[in-house]
């Protein structure tokens, strides 16, 4: 399957990026990831996939080989990262994804990641799914798409998050795995030595961060909402395996009980979090646990699922939590990441931006931007040596890598601009190499 997504794909979409020798922003406001005011116009120096000056005045440069950017007095921003996302999951309806080949899947798969680049997304923290291929592809400069941190195929217990049986393909027989094991969508594992095991498969293939499911899910049909799954010895076993390579492992809980029995395992991170307490956000705080939330609300955005179905009484569940769990967050001051956890709804994976625009419910636009560049990139770091991309991530700086945005207004004054990205964002720069520019010439 892994070898069908990276062929197929890179049969569909041929490379659309120009590198040049060195490319020159001129006349630009810079929100460089951390200040909540942009900078006096500057000129940027990009060269060899970095950012190599930044200066108030002109920057002398041979024009052989040289891009110029006439910035007129426009935004200049870091590469946006999206912290929880599902590449190949987000890309199709999961009816879709059960009943197609794995060659089509790898084709839309390709699409979809190629448009996540071009909202301004040039980074992916993808938690769960077959995207090492993918993720291949786009390295090579096979087709275009964002940095993908892959996670692998979600670690889950029989009937928990990650377990996309239907109640008659039950027993299990020793030794057998479902389809969506076998092409790497999920991983069940029942006992210390097959979370161990998983665990590794995961790491062999190139995970930067392990994913496992500590709690009830809203997609998944078999576990309620309130359940606690895998045992503290369990997770233990991966937060130990993670640990040897030198990585993290993180985990899928909204309840508080699923959240502290993560935490004393010794995990890194905690995705969603929508029903924690106070005791649990006073707990995350002393250990310094990062809370990758999203920003779920009952509105035009939420993820699909039918009026009185199980999946739609569990959202509306959770969606209520969310609120309280943002406040908590900015009381205890945790260490917090932004994501979008769009999943088997593609028609809302193109709206990927107004989950983000939308955090300006809690948090001022200069906190939002920072979330979605600076403080995500600082939770991508907590996979070190894994780190399939070394280098300073979610900022304009001198020698940080050149994932930037040129953005048609000030989005400081005006985050709504990245809902339309087709017109406001001119230009699009991932690792030094161009893949939009519509800059005035």
Do not use: C
Request: charged share 20%; no cysteine.
């Amino acid at each position: 399957m892994l070898r069908a997504l990276a062929t197929a794909a890179a049969l569909a979409l041929a490379p659309v990026a120009a590198l040049a020798d060195a490319t020159l922003f001129e006349n630009v406001r810079v929100f460089d990831g951390v200040s909540p005011r942009l900078s006096a116009p500057v000129s940027v120096l990009v060269r060899d996939g970095v950012i190599a000056r930044i200066d108030a005045g002109p920057i002398a440069v041979e024009d052989a080989g040289l891009t110029r950017i006439a910035g007129g007095g426009r935004t200049l921003m870091p590469g946006l990262i999206d912290a929880h996302t599902h590449l190949v999951m987000g890309a199709m309806t999961l009816p879709e994804l059960m009943r197609s080949d794995p060659n089509y899947v790898a084709l839309r798969a390709g699409a979809a990641a190629e448009a996540f680049l071009m909202r301004g997304f040039t980074t992916a923290r993808d938690m769960g799914g077959p995207v090492f291929g993918l993720k291949q592809a786009i390295d090579e400069g096979v087709i275009a798409g964002p940095r993908i941190y892959p996670s692998g195929a979600m670690i889950s217990q029989t009937s928990g998050h990650g377990d996309f049986r239907m109640a008659l393909e039950l027993p299990r027989a020793d030794g057998e795995t479902h389809f969506t094991e076998r092409f790497g969508f999920a991983a069940i594992a029942d006992g210390a030595p097959e979370v161990l095991r998983r665990t590794r498969e995961n790491l062999m293939r190139g995970a930067s961060q392990i994913k496992l499911m500590a709690g009830g899910g809203v997609a998944s049909s078999h576990d309620p909402l309130d359940v606690t799954q895998f045992t503290e010895a369990e997770m233990r076993a991966a937060v130990e395996a993670a640990a040897g390579w030198n990585t993290y492992v993180t985990v899928h809980a909204y309840t508080p009980a699923a959240m502290r029995q993560a935490i004393r395992a010794g995990v890194g991170a905690i995705e969603h979090g929508q029903l924690m307490d106070e005791a649990t956000a006073a707990l995350m705080a002393e250990r310094g646990v990062w809370l990758s939330m999203q920003p779920f609300l009952d509105d035009e955005d939420s993820n699909p699922y039918p009026e009185g179905s199980p999946s739609r009484l569990k959202q509306l569940v959770m969606n209520a939590g969310t609120d309280a769990a943002y406040a908590l967050a900015r009381e205890h001051g945790l260490k917090l990441a932004w994501g979008t956890d769009i999943l088997f709804a593609p028609a809302q994976m193109r709206r990927q931006g107004r989950r983000l625009t939308k955090m300006t419910r809690w948090f001022t636009t200069a906190e939002v931007l920072k979330m979605a560049t600076h403080d995500n990139a600082q939770l991508l770091a907590l996979s070190g040596p894994r780190n399939p991309y070394p280098g300073r991530l979610g900022v304009v700086a001198e020698g940080a890598l050149a994932d930037l945005l040129l953005v048609d207004g000030d989005v400081l004054a005006d985050i709504d601009l990245l809902n339309d990205p087709a017109r406001t964002l001119l230009v699009i720069m991932k690792d030094g190499r161009i893949y939009k520019n519509a800059a005035p010439r």
